[in-house]
C-alpha cells in the first residue's frame, strides 16, 4: 500500500473556500482512481468526489455538487480538492483514498479503496 497523506485542513467560516491537497508516496499513481471522503461525528463515511485514472472522468457526492472540483496532477502525484461556498454541515474529517488498477471508471463506495490517508479536520462554523 502507497503512503497517502492529507493536508489543508483547518477552520474556516461558512460560505469560505478551502483547498485539500493528498500526495502519494507510489510510483504508480497514475494507474490509482482516487477520491475523497469525509466522516462527520457520528455520521458513517461519505463520498465527497472521484476521479477516474486518467483524470477524464469525475463524480461528486449529492451533496457536495456544485460547490466542490476534484483533480489530480500526476507528475506531482497530487490529487486536490477545491471546496467553495462551504458549509457548516461540511464539517467533517476528509479522507483521500485509492484504488489501483482502475480504468475509466470513478468508485464512489469505500469497499473498493485500498489505500487510504489519514485524514485532515475541515471545520466550518456560522
Known amino acids: 500500500q502507497a503512503q497517502v497523506v492529507e493536508s489543508g485542513g483547518g477552520l474556516v467560516q461558512a460560505g469560505g473556500s478551502l483547498t485539500l491537497s493528498c500526495v502519494s508516496s507510489?510510483?504508480?499513481?497514475?494507474?490509482?482512481?482516487w477520491a475523497w471522503f469525509r466522516r462527520a461525528p457520528g455520521a458513517e463515511r461519505e463520498f465527497v468526489a472521484g476521479?477516474?485514472?486518467?483524470?477524464?472522468?469525475?463524480h461528486y457526492g449529492d451533496s457536495v455538487k456544485g460547490r466542490v472540483t476534484i483533480s489530480r496532477d500526476t507528475t506531482n502525484k497530487l490529487v486536490a480538492l477545491q471546496m467553495n461556498s462551504l458549509k457548516v454541515e461540511d464539517t467533517a474529517v476528509y479522507y483521500c483514498?485509492?484504488?489501483?488498477?482502475?480504468?475509466?471508471?470513478?468508485?464512489?463506495?469505500?469497499?473498493?479503496?485500498?489505500?487510504w490517508g489519514q485524514g485532515t479536520q475541515v471545520t466550518v462554523s456560522s
Open positions: 476521479i477516474s485514472r486518467t483524470g477524464g472522468r469525475t
Open positions: 507510489t510510483r504508480t499513481f497514475g494507474l490509482y482512481a
Open positions: 483514498a485509492g484504488r489501483l488498477g482502475a480504468g475509466a471508471e470513478v468508485f464512489s463506495q469505500t469497499k473498493y479503496y485500498t489505500d
